[in-house]
């Protein structure tokens, strides 16, 4: 498939079609032909089914934001099984990306000739198989089937480690990851770092943006600088450590797991005593005796 552009437009290949369910249409419908194109009339809904049926979409032109957003995912709220489509195609795109490229990504390949804005979301750099593209494939599809990562400097794989240190902020780092392994992020991330996460661990060296954690379903995220607001926003399982401070609305709407943070944290739930466990982990980022009495923890609030 491919579909020429005069301007840069956002969202193609957008598998939540801009999050449908909240907007339910108003923002963009699957069936819409996607704007200002020249001698194509291809709709969001072709270019998304094409890649669930392992084709290849290229897009010749610059295109916008949220190119490739949830990318591979089977989402249930179109019927889907929440979980990875495998065989998804790739995007190659004959120009330059907008921001938040790949957010929350589960599988496929995004190619781009020209440069991407950052922040990305879950993806990183990988050596291309097309000579003078850039590829990005995503950080929880690298770590499922790491024996194919083929990463790009200064990034990269040590045992069951990722180690992203080339300095570019991303969003949804780590989503959906259902593996054991730890991703462990050299400075800051964006939005949503962990989001419907089940197993591993992200390590943040710096803070996090707004709604880290959000929806986790399991592993363990810890952040060694501050987090932003909405930390843990209806999380089910795992565990989220903050080091730092905490922004407002810590724990809003909080199913279960636990949130570990300074006392003092404004949290929207139920305060709960430290195990061994958790003084534990506390330990093994330096924080023990004393020091470990300024800390809290923060549970799913009793009903």
């Known amino acids: 498939m491919e579909l020429r552009l005069r301007s840069p437009q956002d969202c193609i290949g957008d598998f939540t079609y801009n999050f449908y369910w909240q907007h339910k249409g108003d923002l963009l419908r699957p069936e819409d032909t996607i704007p200002s194109q020249s001698g194509t009339s291809v709709t ?15 897009i010749k032109g610059d ?7 949830s990318m591979g995912v089977s989402l249930r709220y179109f019927g889907g099984s929440g979980c990875e489509i495998a065989d998804t195609g790739a995007i190659i795109v004959d120009g330059n990306a907008g921001a938040y ?11 781009v000739r020209g440069t991407v804005r950052e922040p990305l979301g879950n993806v990183v750099q990988v050596h291309s198989d097309l000579s003078g593209y850039k590829k990005f494939v995503s950080i929880s599809w690298l770590l499922h089937n790491r024996e194919e990562a083929h990463l790009c400097e200064p990034n990269e794989m040590r045992g069951d480690e990722l180690i992203l240190r080339d300095g570019i ?6 989503a959906r990851l259902r593996t054991h392994a730890t991703i462990r992020i050299c400075g800051d991330t964006g939005l949503s770092v ?19 954690g959000v929806r986790l379903m399991g592993g363990e ?3 060694l600088g501050d987090a932003a607001e909405f930390l843990g926003v209806e999380m089910r399982r795992g565990r989220i450590f903050v080091r730092g401070k905490c922004s407002g609305y810590v724990g809003v709407n909080m199913q279960g797991g636990s949130i570990i943070c300074r006392s003092g944290t404004k949290a929207l739930a139920h305060e709960a005593p430290l ?3 958790d003084i534990k982990m506390l330990a093994d980022f330096g924080i023990s005796g004393i020091l470990a009495l300024s800390y809290r923890k923060y549970v799913k609030k009793s009903t």
């Open 275 to 277: 195990n061994a466990d």
């Open 63 to 69: 295109v916008g934001k949220r190119l490739g957003t």
């Open 169 to 174: 902020l991303r969003c949804t780092v780590g």
């Open 221 to 223: 995220i810890c952040i």
């Open 44 to 58: 969001y809904e072709d270019v998304v089914y094409a890649l669930k049926n392992g084709h290849t979409v290229r």
């Open 194 to 212: 962990g989001i419907l996460m089940r197993k591993g661990r992200v390590i943040v060296e710096g803070s996090a943006g707004m709604n880290a």
């Open 101 to 111: 490229l790949g957010m929350s990504m589960l599988a496929g390949a995004i190619y």
